[in-house]
Structure formats: C-alpha cells, structure tokens
C-alpha cells in the first residue's frame, strides 16, 4: 500500500505569505505527527493528531502555525506570514498507535520550504 | 524533558569496516527507542525499534542496536559497512507514545 504522502515536496515563498502544507497519512492509520527539520540538525515536534482530535500542540513555535485534520484522515499545516526562520523542512508521519499500540511511525518524504 | 544525545555530528568509515554510532537518552523510565536513516532529500526511514524484551535489537540493512539501561544507551552497530550506507542517522525515543525525540544526527561517510 501506499506510504505517507506530503505536498508540495518543495515550497518557496516570499516574507509574510501564508502557506498550506498537505500530508495524507498511511490509511486507517489513528495518529498523525508533524515535524520540523532545520537544515543539519534532528526533526523537532509540532503537533499531534489522534483521529481529528488535535492532542498536542505544544511544539508549534509560534501563533503563526496552525495545523487541522477535519476528518481524521488528511492533514494541513498552515502557517502564515513567513518568516525566513520558518525555512525547513516539514515532516508528516502517521501511525496507527492508541495509548496501548505500536509506537511505530511511518514518515513521508517531507516539504521543503524555503522563505526568501 | 527528555533529551537524545548523539555524540558524533559526523563519522567516516572505509567500506568494509564495522560501525558504531553512538546514542544516550535521558529519561526517567525506559523509552521506546528507535533508529532512523535519512538519505539526502528523502524522509526517514526505520532501521529498528525496541520496545521491550531481548536488548539486541535486529534491523533491516544487516544494523543492529542494543539497548543498556544501565548506561541509558542505545549504539546502532553494523559489523561490515557498505558504501550505500552513506547517509545520516538518527536515534529518536518515544515516551508516551505521542512524540519522538530526536538525536542531532550523526552523518556517515564511507571510504572506498
């Protein structure tokens, strides 16, 4: 089957535009992560979806990132009025892990989003 | 809070030679550990996991790791690297089952 999918793979825009980041997670997989991977060093977390329900925003550097996933399948991370630190790259995984489940979680290949 | 340290930002190796990356954790309670492989411009990919049980932990690509709790590491071994190894490493750990913590990265160079 498919694997996690993210899209644009590469995004560049201009100081204070919004973007939209898309991933589509692993079918029927329950938990859906965001990262972000600052060039030459590890990926961080953003947020964490269990089915629709946003369970962990704490990594979201700042009021400017947003992140939904309406029908507990596919999942935007918005941010808006780019700055040039928000350069990275954006990571989605999903996994199929409830509280007791595997904790194993599948990556897609990431956006990379470069801010001029 | 949590923390992975991964000593080395980057390690060379002649093809052929064994391999150790090292990783140490600092958590109150065993974590579930991983180790990921990023090659340039592609996601992450799992290389192993342990989650409990035997503490030598074999992976996909001939890798194996093994977890010691005494000294809160979890080092990522090869016996015999292959030039295709070439790419960066990550040791990530997971303490409640809704985030990974990730290690710096360690970037593997292989001589011919």
């Known amino acids: 089957g498919a694997g996690v999918s993210q899209s644009p793979r590469y995004k560049v825009a201009k100081r204070g535009q919004d973007v939209a980041l898309r991933c589509d997670p692993i079918?029927?997989?329950?938990?859906l992560f965001w990262y972000q991977q600052a060039l030459g060093q590890g990926p961080e977390f953003l947020t964490y979806?269990?089915?629709?329900?946003?369970?962990?925003k704490s990594g979201l550097p700042s009021d400017r990132f947003f992140a939904e996933r309406p029908e507990g399948s596919v999942s935007t991370l918005k941010i808006q009025r780019t700055q040039q630190e928000d350069s990275a790259v954006y990571l989605c995984?999903?996994?199929?892990?409830?509280?007791?489940?595997?904790?194993?979680?599948?990556f897609g290949p990431g956006t990379r989003l470069t801010v001029l | 809070a949590q923390s992975v340290t991964q000593p080395d930002i980057h390690i060379t190796v002649s093809e052929g030679a064994s391999l150790e990356l090292r990783c140490n954790y600092s958590?109150?309670?065993?974590?579930?550990l991983f180790w990921y492989v990023q090659s340039p411009g592609q996601g992450l990919q799992l290389l192993l996991k342990?989650?409990?049980?035997?503490?030598l932990v074999q992976g996909i690509k001939g890798f194996e790791a093994e977890f010691k709790r005494s000294q809160s590491s979890f080092n990522l071994r090869k016996p015999s690297v292959h030039w295709s190894d070439a790419a960066e490493y990550f040791c990530a750990v997971d303490n409640a089952g809704n985030m990974l913590t990730f290690g710096g990265g360690t970037r593997l160079m292989v001589k011919p």
């Open positions: 995984a999903s996994s199929l892990a409830d509280v007791t489940g595997d904790h194993e979680q599948f």
């Open positions: 979806f269990q089915n629709e329900a946003q369970l962990d």
């Open positions: 079918s029927g997989h329950v938990s």
């Open positions: 342990y989650f409990s049980g035997d503490t």
């Open positions: 958590y109150g309670a065993t974590p579930y």
